[in-house]
């Protein structure tokens, strides 16, 4: 099936530090999404990128619409303890005549103080 | 402004019970999506409503699983007969069609409905 590789499955990070994390696929996108999620809470949407090569920004979290329109990664300056979650990519496929997204694995983030 | 609603947010019952749970989306959506996540399987698309008329149910796992949409502001899945292996969080997201294209994939997510069946 179609599936989105989310990469890494976790990390461990100071206080203060950058993340970045990136989801790939085997097909074109016309949607990137990314997600954030809290323990006991559903997804919490981030950023939405349309277009390839669109850098968006929200906070200091910035996501990026790759060019070949099979990637898309998420960048998090500075982090904070409150930053810690699984942050969830998801895609919709170009050739998709459906309003299916698929939701790559999540990458668990914990930060230390 | 109302986020999407679930009820309930916790559910254990026994093997062989009916389930029903039960979502109001986000006023003016016209969008409606049931997710179940898993540990070992992730976040899953079970079935998605436009204009309160299922378009994709292929994601339902089996006849037990049933969903409707009697208005634009409720929908219930309902499993009869339940299984253990239901267990999971079921999520119901909703989105709307604007003026920018592509915008229906914004999708906003409730609290989901924690379903333990013993």
């Given amino acids: ?113 | 402004d109302a986020g999407v609603i679930q009820s309930p947010r916790h559910e254990v019952t026994e093997m062989g019970q009916e389930v029903t749970l039960r979502c109001k989306p986000i006023s003016g959506h016209d969008y409606l999506f049931w997710y179940r996540q898993t540990m070992m399987r992730g976040l899953e698309l079970l079935i998605y409503f436009n204009n309160n008329v299922p378009i994709d149910d292929s994601g339902m796992p089996e006849d037990r699983f049933s969903a409707k949409m009697p208005n634009a502001s409720f929908s219930t899945l309902k499993i009869q007969p339940s299984e253990p292996r239901d267990s999971a969080v079921y999520f119901c997201a909703s989105s709307i069609m604007t003026g920018r294209p592509l915008t229906y994939n914004e999708q906003f997510f409730g609290p989901g409905t924690r379903l333990t069946v013993l």
């Fill in chain 1, 1 to 113: 099936g179609q599936q989105l590789n989310q990469s890494p499955q976790s990390m461990f990070i100071q206080e203060g530090e950058d993340v970045s994390m990136n989801c790939t696929s085997s097909s074109i996108f016309n949607t990137w999404l990314w997600y954030k999620q809290d323990p006991g809470e559903g997804p919490v949407l981030l950023i939405a990128l349309y277009k390839a090569g669109e850098l968006t920004s929200n906070g200091r979290l910035t996501a990026q619409f790759g060019i070949t329109r099979k990637d898309s990664f998420l960048n998090i300056s500075a982090s904070i303890p409150s930053d810690v979650g699984i942050y969830f990519c998801a895609g919709r496929f170009r050739a998709s005549n459906t309003g299916k997204l698929i939701f790559g694995q999540g990458t668990t983030l914990q930060v230390k103080p």
